[in-house]
């Protein structure tokens, strides 16, 4: 959760495109990372993108710009979208008898200049009587908080689909983004929680150490 991605290692020895009329590969590949994930984390290791011949190219500064700009779309309508990008290797990018590298670090290796394959979009959808119990708890004084690991645009979609955010409700106050729980890595004082926390719904991005932060900053103002 806290990596908002994750990789896997094949071996595609002997392959010299990955399926049928699909992305080539290049000579001597034998294994072959793949990675999805956040889109905005995703981006941030990818230098390249699958192009329409199966081939790739550069991804420059504007086209990770309309990447994430499909991803607000699709996240608007209350979709999860995921990033799959991918990396050849002709050997293991680090070396397996080492027992002092840490998960950590062969998971680094493995995620460096990756290819961007393209987006996946899904839909949850909501469960049945969900909306009118969240009516029904706002009616009996309950306030429902939402916390998610959902991109935000996502979490706020959602979040008015099942009432949690009403349509009056102005966006940029009731709903947050968890870096702003931690601009500079540390967490906000508690008072600086307990003021956000006291009056936002739903809580987006969340790692499970966030969660575990504004519970406590709830229980502190008695709820």
Do not use: W
């Not at 998960?103 to 996946?120: H, I, M, P, W, Y």
């Amino acid at each position: 959760s806290s990596r908002k991605m994750m990789l896997t290692v094949s071996d595609v020895s002997g392959k010299a495109h990955l399926c049928q009329g699909g992305m080539a590969l290049p000579p001597n590949t034998t294994l072959l990372s793949v990675c999805k994930g956040a889109p905005n984390f995703i981006l941030d290791y990818c230098t390249e993108q699958l192009t329409q011949d199966g081939g790739s190219k550069p991804l420059s500064a504007s086209d990770r710009a309309s990447v994430l700009d499909i991803v607000d779309k699709y996240s608007c309508r209350a979709l999860r979208v995921l990033a799959i990008a991918t990396r050849e290797f002709p050997s293991m990018p680090f070396n397996e008898r080492n027992e002092d590298l840490s998960t950590d670090q062969k998971f680094e290796a493995c995620r460096s200049n990756l290819c961007l394959l393209g987006l996946v979009a899904s839909i949850d959808p909501d469960r049945d009587g969900v909306p009118e119990s969240v009516l029904a708890a706002r009616g009996a004084g309950i306030r429902v908080v939402m916390i998610t690991g959902d991109y935000l645009k996502t979490a706020i979609a959602i979040a008015h689909n099942v009432n949690i955010l009403q349509p009056q409700d102005d966006e940029a106050i009731a709903a947050v983004d968890c870096a702003r729980l931690r601009p500079d890595g540390d967490y906000i004082s508690h008072g600086e929680m307990d003021i956000m926390t006291s009056s936002i719904r739903v809580f987006a991005r969340a790692k499970p150490e966030d969660k575990l932060e504004i519970v406590k900053s709830l229980q502190r103002q008695g709820f």
